[in-house]
């Protein structure tokens, strides 16, 4: 009585589990190794991709320490290029791997999917069963025909059953258990790969602008190192007189800090912008501030400089608001800051980026420590591309309109404080 049910058991959940689930185990596993050999290789592209770049930036290291010339500015901004262009190349091949990683989980998705549905069954069918099967009371069963030996027979067959059902339902919280962590797992690599998008464009983007800096200086100096010459003089000349008026406006400017407004030195309250650090020039009265003292009417340098090639991301160093952004270039080339970025921390100090390619924050925006906020570049005024680094007491600093009289220029937009409260980076780093 009791065994006719348990045949009937095994006969359709082994037909459901063995043919279903086996084959869409068989199908994803064709699939998943497809998916990591396109991995691999793509991989083993990057690699050879990061080699090229690290030689590109070298070869960029070499120019810039050279003599400001036209052959060495022309020779920069096509390095540049060659090494944006293999950013483009690395950035093109996370993209395909993570939508390869992306097509796995789907599959994975699919094939847990699949397995719990046909549990579920085999499940329902299981539960059946006993029910049936407990429709005969054991009294029924003890006074039964059936000999001793049948009747533990399908006694064992009954117990192996509930058995049966128990394992079911542990494979299907774990099952569901795995779907829930594998789709988590996709919607990181669907975020991960918006991020590479977004990145892919802004590299273009560079590009583009890298591309056309050099056809516009082949324009200008009608390729001729006396042209060259000129232009850049010309350059410092505005650079120097845009410098003093913004002495001469932040001179007006009056700052005491009071105690315990300001974080402690050496507190680290401050992240690094960039992930890899080479300090060009200090805070202060350096040595190049000291032999450029018409570029700094011996206040000295405001912030620090930080080496980097265009186009490398620009983090944010602190939780806060953005105060403000800003191109300068806009209303004189070359002049200042050219492309920037103020963000309010909540420690009380602000922070400040110039000579960007790109922005990637907006006024009012809140941004988190280590948030990518933007692109490195060589906007303004720059001798190379670099990063330019100024830590300001936050309610010392504003963002303000400066009437300029250099000839050729406007009305800029930029931040202004009092020089004392321009503060050193590396005490808060």
């Not at 991301?313 to 602190?318: D, G, N, W």
């Not at 050219?338 to 009012?364: C, M, P, Q, Y």
């Not at 990063?387 to 050729?408: E, M, P, T």
Request: glycine fraction near 8%; charge should be positive; aromatic fraction near 6%.
């Amino acid at each position: 009585m009791l065994s006719k049910f348990y045949v009937k058991f095994l006969i359709l959940f082994f037909t459901l589990t063995t043919s279903l689930i086996v084959g869409g185990q068989y199908l994803s596993a064709a699939t998943t190794e497809d998916l990591q050999a396109k991995i691999t290789t793509q991989q083993a592209q990057i690699k050879q991709l990061d080699i090229e770049i690290a030689s590109y930036q070298k070869q960029l290291t070499q120019t810039g320490a050279q003599k400001a010339s036209l052959n060495k500015e022309l020779a920069t901004l096509e390095l540049t290029r060659k090494k944006l262009q293999a950013d483009i190349a690395v950035t093109q091949n996370k993209i395909s791997i993570t939508n390869s990683n992306i097509q796995n989980l789907n599959q994975g998705i699919k094939t847990t999917a699949e397995k719990i549905d046909d549990n579920q069954k085999a499940l329902g069918l299981s539960l059946r069963l006993v029910n049936e099967a407990e429709q005969s009371s054991l009294v029924e069963v003890m006074v039964s025909d059936q000999s001793t030996t049948e009747l533990w027979d399908n006694l064992a067959r009954y117990q192996s059953l509930g058995q049966q059902v128990d394992t079911l339902i542990s494979t299907l919280r774990q099952d569901k258990k795995q779907l829930e962590g594998t789709k988590i797992q996709k919607e990181a690599e669907k975020k991960t790969l918006t991020t590479l998008q977004s990145q892919l464009t802004d590299q273009k983007v560079i590009t583009d602008q890298t591309k056309q800096a050099k056809n516009t200086l082949l324009v200008e100096t009608k390729n001729k190192e006396s042209n060259y010459q000129t232009l850049l003089a010309d350059r410092l000349k505005k650079k120097q007189q845009v410098e003093s008026e913004m002495l001469a406006a932040e001179a007006a400017l009056h700052y005491t800090a009071t105690p315990g407004q300001l974080p402690h030195p050496g507190s680290g309250v401050l992240a690094w912008p960039l992930d890899k650090v080479v300090i060009t020039q200090g805070f202060g009265n350096t040595d190049f501030a000291k032999s450029n003292q018409a570029i700094y009417n011996g206040k000295g340098h405001n912030g620090i400089d930080l080496g980097t090639p265009t186009g490398t991301t620009l983090k944010s160093a602190v939780d806060g608001v953005v105060m403000g952004t800003g191109d300068t270039d806009l209303t004189c080339k070359g002049a200042s800051y050219g492309r920037w970025i103020l963000i309010g921390g909540d420690n009380g100090l602000a922070t400040l980026f110039g000579h960007l390619s790109v922005i990637k924050v907006t006024e009012g925006q809140r941004v988190a420590t280590g948030q990518m906020v933007g692109y490195t570049g060589s906007t303004g005024y720059a001798t190379g591309p670099h990063l330019h680094f100024s830590v300001v007491a936050k309610d010392a600093v504003q963002v303000g309109s400066l009437k300029s009289k250099v000839a050729g220029c406007g009305t800029y937009r930029l931040p202004l404080a009092a020089f004392s409260a321009y503060l050193n980076p590396l005490n808060y780093l």
